[in-house]
């Protein structure tokens, strides 16, 4: 297990995602603006980087699944000028902009099915059983004084939040293991955006093996029948679910 807040790095001198030794970038496995800070050095090419960051926006910002706890946390950004002033928020059915002083850290996380790779189910199924609801402490005066109905929405959660997930655990993987480690990549489709559904590969687990408390996030590999995985449990200090990814096939080391 790690705690990506106290800083990492390792270097890698080629793209994980396609190989390419040109024009390499960072890459974090946790997302910098969600305060990670384990870093895999020359890790991304320009191409994949725009890629993976697209994704990442829709759920870090704009309206996105994380846009409103970062404001209010005020987690890292590289472009704080950009950072929102205010928020929409529909309170008893009536849209309105409270600022970010006065609006309640909250966010959502869903709550899914396990991955399909470990309990098959129809795929005309939704993978998302519900949600969670998560407010930062101090923030329960501020969403009283708003009314207490506050209508939230999940956004992303059937697409780009898996890819997100997906995208944390292979770079745990390539940090613990190597860039050779695999034999078959079963989540790399996904987090290129080849692959729509990530459900046969990413949900939530039956029987939590990661400790809620108060790591910001927290992370571990798991291997079993040469199958390698990685849990997840982002803003683990407000008890949040955790998810399981099922990254691949490692390569046989026997002789």
């Not at 002033?85 to 609006?103: M, Q, R, T």
């Not at 956004?155 to 292979?170: C, D, E, G, Q, S």
């Not at 939590?208 to 996030?217: E, G, Q």
Request: proline residues 5%; contains cysteine; glycine residues 10%.
């Amino acid at each position: 297990m790690i705690e990506v807040n106290y800083g990492f790095s390792k270097e890698i001198g080629q793209c994980i995602y396609c190989g390419s030794t040109e024009e390499l970038t960072d890459e974090h496995i946790i997302p910098f603006s969600l305060g990670g800070r384990f870093i895999l050095r020359n890790a991304s090419c320009l191409t994949c980087n725009r890629i993976t960051n697209s994704f990442e926006t829709k759920i870090l910002r704009d309206g996105g699944q994380f846009d409103l706890i970062r404001s209010v946390g005020k987690l890292p950004s590289r472009e704080k000028i950009l950072r929102p002033k205010e928020h929409d928020f529909a309170i008893e059915g009536n849209k309105v902009k409270v600022p970010v002083e006065k609006c309640p850290g909250l966010f959502m996380m869903p709550i899914f099915r396990p991955p399909r790779y470990i309990v098959n189910y129809d795929s005309s199924v939704s993978c998302v059983l519900g949600a969670t609801l998560h407010i930062s402490k101090g923030s329960e005066e501020l969403l009283a004084g708003l009314g207490n109905k506050v209508e939230g929405e999940l956004k992303n959660v059937t697409r780009l939040f898996p890819r997100l997930l997906a995208k944390i655990a292979y770079g745990m993987v390539i940090s613990e293991r190597g860039l050779d480690a695999l034999e078959t990549n079963f989540v790399l489709p996904c987090i290129l955006g080849k692959q729509d559904d990530a459900r046969e590969w990413v949900g939530c687990e039956r029987t939590s093996v990661l400790p809620k408390d108060s790591l910001f996030h927290n992370l571990a590999c798991y291997e079993k029948d040469g199958v390698i995985g990685v849990t997840i449990r982002l803003f683990a200090n407000f008890q949040t679910p955790e998810y399981l990814v099922i990254v691949g096939k490692l390569k046989c080391t026997g002789s």
